[in-house]
């Protein structure tokens, strides 16, 4: 679905370029709208990874604990 906006405050706050919540007037969530690009890098910009050696990244041991493991360990902590 698409919508056109005409309201230029609300073109103003969309294009502010932050995440930004959409909410009924009750405050129900109704969506998230994320800015296009938003994310992604500026022109130029590179990883100095190459996509073979994120590859290989992905492939190896995974390290690190579960956040429930975490949260649990810090609540025994008081």
Known sequence: MSVTVTDPALISQLSAG???ELKDPS????????PDGLGVPPPGVESPFTEAEMAERRKGPKTGRPLKDILRDL???G
């Open 18 to 20: 932050d995440r930004l």
């Open 27 to 34: 405050g129900r969530v109704l969506g998230v709208f994320i």
């Open 75 to 77: 609540g025994a902590q």
